[in-house]
């Protein structure tokens, strides 16, 4: 695996092809007003750049032959991946989690085997993949983050941006607990034998007692923390240690490690999965995965919202890592193709995962019935566990039935699989984190920006001592709640107004990347049927936990959920209501979007401001010579090859009264 890592590395790792104007040349050319014939432009600020540069400018007079603008905000992206890999990676590792192995095939077992799986493939095909691919064209199409690409939408919707940075470190906070959860039963792994084996109650003594150290629900109605674990104090430690490693250098070092960790678990899970092909009664666990199909749990709304939600979480639109990402991506890349593969393979490995996971269950339910004993289960009953219970009950005991030797390879194969897989998704959300703050001090200090390794260094610091309440004898009743509560909310609210955004004021028909538009099936869907499932699935999740608290906690602490659900999105509704009154969007994205991708004049004259002056009609040509007056790049380039005009001409005499180029910025 590190050799072909290697490999693909040094075959794929090339850097952006377009390169800005050295610096001498542009600290030339910015000291004297521009001296040519028939485009005024004020690029005073044009900084040299790896990737590219982005320009938010306003259109501020088109006549039949003149052209004059102001790039008000002339503003150097954060550079961009070093290959089209890297950005496909990155995205990979963010959508494929623990989820994939530890929640699908629970909710396969509760929800009717293959008709869950129906109503899965549904919902990612109507809703969410539609939606990733929205956040994957935003990021590509305004090269910000999450917070500034959707205020240049509309100010109106800057609180959305911020209720998702909330939600992002809300989830930081607490997953990777997991990890560290993750390292310590690696750890445990190399014991000659395994410490949740021996006895029927074993591997469920050894995760509440051994690793959580959990108190009992009267404590913690008392409001008893218990005492903080050192154990997991140290695991969660040696995880920011890998995040701050992994990201020293940002989005680039990040690719690198995306790498290994993407190609990592499918080895792992490969290596597994035949493995557990071998096993005695492996086909009671894939005949109950494969061959059970309750048709009638397709008219159960139950199902649906299991599925809808397992897909949505997954792919998690709405927490701006999508959308961050795409922002280090070039202009030209088929967001298209991207969405379709990250798509494919995370759906593709949670249905991969579930063989492998219920042939071990299948295994152990027929180890624990070979003397048909009290102790007998089915599989039905092994999967009944979701989330870590599944993990580090189920599975763990699970791989103390392997045998000696195997038992301990497999168990550290297995936890290293959940470890890989957990670790590449917090990149993702650390970078996401990292990239805000990056963005914030660059906006209070233009000249400078802050080295990324402090910034990494700081965030990783922070995080740590933000997780230590989760390390205490009730940390798990908090990341339940945490998880529960902050997760599903918040996300749902903010992909629900994303899309009404793009509804309102983006536009469905403006949504396109490469020339290309989104499919009209996908265009109906982004406008009817997504915003109208995520609504419906946020109003039966509500109407769920107020009629039964839940998992039995004590009021105090289902008291704090509700306050993690809804207080991160005051912020939409300040926004909406600060905004309330219809202004023209403050860096007119929608329109400098629509100029790259009309494709006559009459239609660039559609969909310009009210107030624009007449579009001049262009006289043919390819698509890119008509539409090359409105990129900045190519406006600089051509006024550096054309001819000086004659010095007594009245138009050279006025453009020798220009003004410093200083003086022109607003």
Same mark, same amino acid.
């Given at each position: 695996?590190?050799?072909?890592?290697? /490999?693909?590395?040094? #075959?794929?790792?090339?850097?952006?092809?377009?390169?800005?104007?050295?610096?001498?040349?542009?600290?030339?050319?910015?000291?004297?007003?521009?001296?040519?014939?028939?485009?005024?432009?004020? *690029?005073?600020?044009?900084?040299?750049?790896?990737?590219?540069?982005?320009?938010?400018?306003?259109? #501020?007079?088109?006549?039949?032959?003149?052209?004059?603008?102001?790039?008000?905000?002339?503003?150097?992206?954060?550079?961009?991946?070093?290959?089209?890999?890297?950005?496909?990676?990155?995205?990979?590792?963010?959508?494929?989690?623990?989820?994939?192995?530890?929640?699908?095939?629970?909710?396969?077992?509760?929800?009717?085997?293959?008709?869950?799986?129906?109503?899965? &493939?549904?919902? &990612?095909?109507?809703?969410?993949?539609?939606?990733?691919?929205?956040?994957?064209?935003?990021?590509?199409?305004?090269?910000?983050?999450?917070?500034?690409?959707?205020?240049?939408?509309?100010?109106?919707?800057?609180?959305?941006?911020?209720?998702?940075?909330?939600?992002?470190?809300?989830?930081?906070?607490?997953?990777?607990?997991?990890?560290?959860?993750?390292?310590?039963?690696? /750890?445990?792994?190399?014991?000659?034998?395994?410490?949740?084996?021996?006895?029927?109650?074993?591997?469920?003594?050894?995760?509440?007692?051994?690793?959580?150290?959990?108190?009992?629900?009267?404590?913690?109605?008392?409001?008893?923390?218990?005492?903080?674990?050192?154990?997991? !104090?140290?695991?969660?430690?040696?995880?920011?240690?890998?995040?701050?490693?992994?990201?020293?250098?940002?989005?680039?070092?990040?690719?690198? *490690?995306?790498?290994?960790?993407?190609?990592?678990?499918?080895?792992?899970?490969?290596?597994?999965? !035949?493995?557990?092909?071998?096993?005695?009664?492996?086909?009671?666990?894939?005949?109950?995965?494969?061959?059970?199909?309750?048709?009638?749990?397709?008219?159960?709304? +139950? !199902?649906?919202?299991?599925?809808?939600?397992?897909?949505?979480?997954?792919?998690?639109?709405?927490?701006?890592?999508?959308?961050?990402?795409?922002? /280090?991506?070039? &202009?030209?890349?088929?967001?298209?193709?991207?969405?379709?593969?990250?798509?494919?393979?995370?759906?593709?490995?949670?249905?991969?995962?579930?063989?492998?996971?219920?042939?071990?269950?299948?295994?152990?339910? /027929?180890?624990?019935?070979?003397?048909?004993?009290?102790?007998?289960?089915?599989?039905?009953?092994?999967?009944?566990?979701?989330?870590?219970?599944?993990?580090?009950?189920?599975?763990?005991?699970?791989?103390?039935?392997?045998?000696?030797?195997?038992?301990?390879?497999?168990?550290?194969?297995?936890?290293?699989?959940?470890?890989?897989?957990?670790?590449?998704?917090?990149?993702?959300?650390?970078?996401?984190?990292?990239?805000?703050?990056?963005?914030?001090?660059?906006?209070? +200090?233009?000249?400078?920006?802050?080295?990324?390794?402090?910034?990494?260094?700081?965030?990783?610091?922070?995080?740590?001592?933000?997780?230590?309440?989760?390390?205490?004898?009730?940390?798990?009743?908090?990341?339940?709640?945490?998880?529960?509560?902050?997760?599903?909310?918040?996300?749902?609210?903010?992909?629900?107004?994303?899309?009404?955004?793009?509804?309102?004021?983006?536009?469905?028909?403006?949504?396109?990347? !490469?020339?290309?538009?989104?499919?009209?099936?996908?265009?109906?869907?982004?406008?009817?049927?997504?915003?109208?499932?995520?609504?419906?699935?946020?109003?039966?999740?509500?109407?769920?936990?107020?009629?039964?608290?839940?998992?039995?906690?004590?009021?105090?602490?289902?008291?704090?959920?509700?306050?993690?659900?809804?207080?991160?999105?005051?912020?939409?509704?300040?926004?909406?209501?600060?905004?309330?009154?219809?202004?023209?969007?403050?860096?007119?994205?929608?329109?400098?979007?629509?100029?790259?991708?009309?494709?006559?004049?009459?239609?660039?004259?559609?969909?310009?401001?009210?107030?624009?002056?007449?579009?001049?009609?262009?006289?043919?040509?390819?698509?890119?010579?008509?539409?090359?007056?409105? +990129?900045?790049?190519?406006?600089?380039? #051509?006024?550096?090859?054309?001819?000086?005009?004659?010095?007594?001409?009245?138009? *050279?005499?006025?453009?020798? +009264?220009?003004?410093?180029?200083?003086?022109?910025?607003?």
């Amino acid at each position: 695996a590190t050799v072909s890592v290697l /490999y693909w590395s040094l #075959r794929y790792k090339k850097r952006a092809t377009t390169q800005m104007p050295n610096s001498s040349t542009s600290s030339s050319s910015s000291s004297k007003p521009s001296e040519r014939s028939d485009i005024s432009v004020d *690029a005073s600020n044009v900084a040299e750049s790896r990737g590219s540069v982005a320009f938010d400018y306003n259109v #501020r007079e088109v006549t039949g032959v003149r052209l004059s603008m102001s790039m008000s905000n002339v503003v150097e992206t954060r550079g961009q991946w070093n290959s089209r890999l890297d950005y496909l990676m990155v995205l990979l590792g963010y959508a494929i989690g623990i989820g994939n192995i530890w929640r699908f095939p629970y909710l396969v077992a509760q929800n009717g085997g293959g008709a869950f799986v129906v109503a899965y &493939l549904v919902c &990612l095909i109507l809703i969410v993949a539609p939606v990733f691919l929205m956040e994957l064209i935003w990021g590509q199409q305004t090269q910000k983050s999450t917070m500034e690409c959707l205020k240049s939408i509309h100010p109106r919707w800057y609180g959305v941006g911020i209720s998702s940075a909330i939600l992002v470190v809300l989830v930081t906070t607490y997953y990777n607990l997991l990890l560290a959860y993750c390292l310590l039963y690696i /750890y445990h792994s190399f014991n000659s034998t395994l410490p949740w084996t021996g006895t029927p109650t074993a591997a469920e003594d050894f995760w509440y007692d051994d690793i959580l150290g959990i108190i009992s629900k009267e404590e913690l109605e008392d409001g008893v923390m218990g005492k903080m674990h050192g154990h997991i !104090v140290l695991a969660l430690v040696i995880v920011y240690i890998f995040i701050a490693l992994a990201l020293f250098k940002g989005h680039k070092s990040l690719a690198g *490690a995306a790498k290994i960790m993407v190609i990592t678990p499918v080895v792992l899970l490969i290596v597994l999965l !035949v493995r557990t092909f071998t096993l005695d009664g492996m086909e009671k666990g894939l005949e109950f995965y494969l061959g059970t199909f309750d048709s009638d749990k397709l008219t159960s709304g +139950n !199902v649906w919202a299991a599925a809808c939600g397992q897909i949505m979480f997954s792919l998690s639109p709405g927490m701006g890592t999508a959308i961050t990402m795409s922002s /280090y991506a070039p &202009l030209d890349e088929d967001v298209f193709k991207v969405n379709a593969i990250v798509t494919i393979c995370n759906s593709t490995f949670s249905l991969i995962g579930g063989l492998a996971i219920f042939g071990i269950l299948g295994h152990v339910s /027929y180890e624990s019935c070979l003397n048909d004993g009290p102790d007998c289960k089915s599989v039905e009953e092994l999967a009944s566990l979701s989330g870590s219970g599944l993990a580090f009950i189920s599975i763990a005991a699970g791989l103390g039935t392997f045998g000696s030797g195997w038992a301990q390879s497999l168990s550290v194969l297995f936890f290293l699989m959940l470890f890989t897989l957990g670790l590449d998704s917090s990149f993702a959300w650390m970078e996401t984190i990292n990239t805000y703050v990056n963005d914030f001090l660059s906006e209070r +200090n233009p000249v400078s920006r802050p080295a990324k390794w402090k910034t990494s260094v700081a965030t990783s610091i922070l995080f740590f001592l933000c997780g230590l309440p989760f390390c205490t004898g009730m940390g798990n009743y908090l990341l339940n709640t945490f998880d529960h509560f902050a997760t599903t909310y918040v996300l749902l609210i903010v992909v629900w107004f994303e899309l009404i955004a793009l509804i309102t004021d983006y536009g469905v028909e403006n949504l396109m990347s !490469v020339g290309k538009m989104v499919p009209w099936v996908w265009r109906i869907c982004l406008k009817y049927v997504a915003p109208t499932g995520v609504l419906a699935l946020t109003i039966f999740l509500i109407v769920e936990d107020v009629r039964e608290s839940y998992e039995g906690y004590p009021p105090n602490l289902i008291a704090v959920g509700w306050n993690l659900a809804f207080v991160p999105i005051l912020p939409v509704f300040y926004y909406l209501f600060k905004h309330s009154r219809p202004v023209e969007p403050e860096s007119g994205h929608r329109y400098w979007v629509s100029f790259m991708t009309a494709s006559n004049a009459d239609e660039t004259q559609r969909i310009l401001p009210p107030s624009a002056p007449p579009f001049p009609a262009t006289t043919g040509g390819t698509f890119e010579q008509q539409h090359d007056m409105f +990129n900045p790049l190519a406006t600089l380039e #051509r006024m550096q090859n054309q001819q000086d005009p004659d010095p007594s001409a009245p138009e *050279a005499v006025e453009k020798r +009264n220009v003004p410093p180029q200083d003086e022109l910025l607003p």
